[in-house]
């Protein structure tokens, strides 16, 4: 193991306006993204799943 | 923009609203797991839970290693943090305690008016919880072998004393795990089996909790993340690995030793 923690230091106190969380680069933007479309995606059907557990159909 | 104070003024972050969202999953994951045997929910509350987890303290670890946020007055606020946490944990062990004491010292006669109850074969305690109690005891020897080599810029004793601590650590959730093939007794067929699975199965879990916080300090470890003087993450690791050390003697001595 090499110690990188000056060029991370360099790379995350650059003045360029980025939140920490996607400071990082490619990698937190498509993680952050997958993520969000996840928790979102999964709320939206979470409500959907509990709306039809809460109207059941009449069985004949 | 001139920061002309010591304070940590945090960026917008959205994990706390994947986190919410993520919990709401799992709530309503277990309920359709439970209820329509599905189990995608269910899944997909954990994945996007442990997302957030690995993004959160990813990015707490930016602000403090990387961008220097962690000021002396901004550390004071996670010490205080950390201590109000282990507070709220010994309150959630009380409870199982509670439970414990408030059935075994006076049983009813359902029971047999005895403890452990009628037809319960506890295990002995002079054999793995013994065992498991010195391996506890040893780890917590080790973690201050870490900090007294790091606080002194061992690098090497630190490494080995610290993967010394994650070993004995994983060597305990082994033998626990080994141990609950071994009893007579199920969490679900009385008292005995439901006070004795609740606490020390939660006792597990926190091993397995501060494990892995050791072995992410000894990963930030090995990749320099750790000075002789600013290492907060290490010790809040270690205040836990105390904490869940102490919270097993409890157990052991309650439930496996008095209670046998």
């Known amino acids: ?60 | 923009t001139h920061q002309t104070h010591a304070y940590h003024m945090v960026n917008p972050s959205p994990w706390p609203l994947t986190g919410a969202l993520s919990a709401l999953l799992l709530t309503s994951g277990l309920v359709m797991w439970f209820h329509y045997n599905s189990t995608i929910l269910l899944s997909l509350g954990l994945l996007t839970n442990i997302l957030t987890m690995y993004q959160w303290w990813r990015d707490i670890i930016r602000e403090g290693t990387y961008q220097g946020h962690h000021t002396p007055i901004v550390q004071k606020g996670l010490r205080y943090g950390m201590i109000l946490f282990i507070v709220s944990e010994v309150f959630f062990f009380a409870g199982f305690f509670w439970a414990f004491y408030h059935s075994s010292l006076v049983p009813t006669h359902d029971l047999g008016g005895c403890w452990p109850p009628t037809g319960i074969t506890p295990l002995n305690p002079l054999e793995v919880p013994l065992l498991n109690t010195s391996v506890l005891l040893a780890s917590g020897v080790s973690i201050t072998w870490a900090h007294h080599s790091l606080m002194e810029g061992n690098r090497n004793h630190m490494n080995q004393a610290l993967l010394i601590t994650i070993l004995l650590g994983l060597y305990f959730t082994i033998l626990q795990a080994s141990e609950y093939f071994e009893t007579s007794f199920s969490i679900s067929d009385g008292i005995y089996g439901s006070t004795f699975f609740m606490a020390t199965g939660f006792h597990g879990l926190h091993v397995i909790i501060g494990s892995t916080f050791l072995i992410v300090c000894l990963l930030r470890q090995l990749k320099f993340h750790f000075t002789s003087k600013h290492h907060f993450g290490f010790e809040a690791a270690a205040w836990y690995w105390h904490f869940v050390d102490v919270v097993w003697l409890f157990l052991y001595v309650s439930i496996y030793w008095w209670g046998s």
């Not at chain 1, 997958?34 to 004949?60: E, R, W």
Request: charged letters at 20%; aromatic letters at 10%; a positive charge.
């Open chain 1, 1 to 60: 193991f090499e110690n990188k923690v000056p060029e991370k230091q360099k790379l995350f106190q650059e003045d360029n306006g980025m939140p920490v969380h996607l400071k990082g680069g490619t990698s937190d933007a498509l993680l952050y993204r997958a993520t969000m479309l996840l928790t979102v995606g999964g709320t939206a059907y979470a409500i959907y799943m509990l709306a039809m557990a809460a109207f059941p159909k009449k069985q004949n």
